[in-house]
């Protein structure tokens, strides 16, 4: 029997909305564009010191569309969550990946979290993340230099093991602005808490 599955959240979605993946079939660019605008303007019209400028919409819209397409080519992914709490700055991309369950559950996780990936600029802060939904995990903290853009990058990951579909999950997200990124660890954290699986049999 094949499971096919996703992870949902009871986070706010409008600080944590999920990108649709469409691939390249007939009205895949239609419906990205669509989602893109109406996401953006319901972003914007939560912003409430300031009038919304149909520019900044036009703008935040095209950068959501971009992702939405080029992601899914250059990245192999099952889900994509965003994190945008405030759409005047640049958002995040929390990168869910799924496999089947394969060796040790720690040495595994390790791996998935990247502990001894080479190129850290310093060991990654690993710890145990265990969650009610998903069961046992870690999560890693890792800095590195990005090779294309040469520049000081965070990554922050966090891997599970869920026994009872035999799959190791990754969520992933990582950029250069690392003093944001890190001082919102808390929000990730609570963020990956209310993951849940639902499953499609």
Not at 9 to 19: G, I, Y
Request: aromatic share 8%; hydrophobic share 40%.
């Amino acid at each position: 029997m094949t499971v096919t599955f996703s992870l949902d959240t009871d986070s706010d979605a409008t600080v944590w909305p999920a990108m649709p993946i469409l691939g390249e079939g007939r009205g895949a660019a239609r419906d990205r564009k669509k989602w893109a605008r109406r996401t953006s303007e319901l972003l914007w019209a939560l912003v409430d010191d300031e009038p919304v400028d149909k520019k900044q919409v036009k703008m935040l819209a095209y950068e959501l569309d971009s992702v939405a397409e080029q992601l899914p080519r250059t990245v192999p992914v099952h889900q994509v969550f965003l994190y945008v709490p405030d759409p005047r700055r640049e958002f995040l991309t929390f990168l869910v990946h799924a496999g089947p369950s394969e060796g040790d559950v720690d040495a595994t996780l390790d791996e998935l979290v990247q502990k001894n990936e080479p190129g850290a600029a310093q060991d990654p802060e690993v710890i145990d993340f265990d969650t009610t939904h998903l069961g046992r995990g870690k999560r890693s903290i890792r800095y590195f230099v990005a090779a294309k853009a040469e520049a000081m990058c965070v990554s922050v990951n966090y891997a599970w093991r869920i026994e009872s579909l035999g799959i190791d999950v990754i969520v992933r997200t990582l950029g250069e602005d690392i003093g944001w990124i890190t001082a919102n660890i808390d929000e990730f954290d609570e963020f990956a808490r209310s993951l849940f699986v639902n499953v499609d049999a």
